[in-house]
């Protein structure tokens, strides 16, 4: 697996040098200059559940078995309690095998498939709200000091996003702690690679916040909500969507995060105000590599 474990603190971190994950392609820039730049790989990854083929994701390739987890797991295929007794990975074959001890309640969500505005196409199967109905999420304050020191400290963390661009992050958070930093070109199959990393390792959600490079959308609060993390916050924008529902189900929602600014749309009663605004360092991704772009 590429990452590194336990650097700067975190437990996962992006490794931009990994291989399989970049290629280096020759062109032209706006002089008519020869260049050469680094590029995403994306490949495909097949997941299925005991024998059943569930879906095909294209995906950067790292953390094959977090991504198989976490999409069952955000997909409602995976109960909380669920004994998994093997994931097994053929990096040949690009497919992942989750094994649980007895059947699963899969079949009527793959006849129900709706697809989302996800990048890569992201797929929800059955009902969307399916799950939500009783969620109570943790009452968790957030201070705007810790957000304005994730937001420091992420932006300058070593990415593939800072090395090639075309890729989305997500980070799991714990006050201003970053613990897992996860990409892909969908930022649906980063946040599927926590979930996975979460139910692989037994992490509680209750005390955590997710952060996202990508759009707050009704099906990136879905997933948050069903995870059981009371806090979401973005570099990006909200739909109405997301909005209605991170109010719904008692999600913190806090979008356009540059630096001293930041917009709370749900939730904004958890919110401790802790910090000068006007102290904090204005932010925007440093170490910005040549012909890297979002």
């Not at 590194?4 to 002089?31: C, K």
């Not at 005991?50 to 997909?75: C, H, K, S």
């Not at 004994?83 to 094994?99: A, I, N, S």
């Not at 189900?249 to 356009?256: E, F, H, N, P």
Request: aromatic letters at 6%; one cysteine or more; a negative charge.
């Amino acid at each position: 697996m590429a990452g590194n474990i336990d650097r700067e603190g975190y437990l996962i971190a992006p490794d931009p040098t990994a291989a399989r994950l970049t290629r280096a392609v020759e062109g032209v820039d706006h002089d008519g200059n020869r260049t050469e730049i680094r590029v995403v790989e994306e490949r495909p990854l097949t997941i299925f559940l005991n024998a059943q083929e569930i879906v095909t994701a294209m995906t950067i390739g790292d953390y094959p078995e977090y991504l198989a987890l976490g999409f069952l797991r955000n997909q409602g295929m995976l109960a909380p309690g669920e004994t998994v007794r093997g994931v097994d990975y053929d990096e040949e074959l690009e497919t992942v095998v989750v094994r649980t001890d007895g059947q699963t309640s899969y079949e009527e969500k793959l006849r129900k498939k709706t697809r989302t505005s996800g990048c890569a196409v992201g797929t929800v199967f059955g009902d969307m709200m399916e799950g939500l109905e009783g969620v109570t999420l943790p009452a968790l304050e957030v201070k705007t000091s810790e957000l304005y020191a994730l937001a420091h400290r992420i932006n300058r963390t070593p990415s593939l996003y800072l090395e090639a661009g075309a890729i989305h992050g997500t980070v799991l958070c714990q006050g201003a702690r970053p613990l897992v930093y996860m990409e892909d070109v969908g930022r649906h199959n980063a946040v599927d690679k926590i979930a996975g990393w979460m139910f692989s390792e037994g992490v509680s959600a209750g005390d955590k916040l997710l952060y996202t490079t990508g759009r707050l959308t009704s099906e990136m609060v879905i997933k948050t909500a069903m995870m059981g993390i009371p806090v979401l916050a973005s570099r990006s924008g909200f739909t109405a969507w997301g909005v209605e529902i991170a109010r719904q189900v008692g999600l913190t929602l806090i979008g356009r995060m540059r630096g001293r600014r930041f917009v709370c749309l749900a939730g904004e009663e958890r919110l401790l105000r802790d910090a000068d605004p006007a102290s904090v360092e204005e932010e925007g991704p440093k170490h910005r590599r040549k012909g890297a772009e979002g």
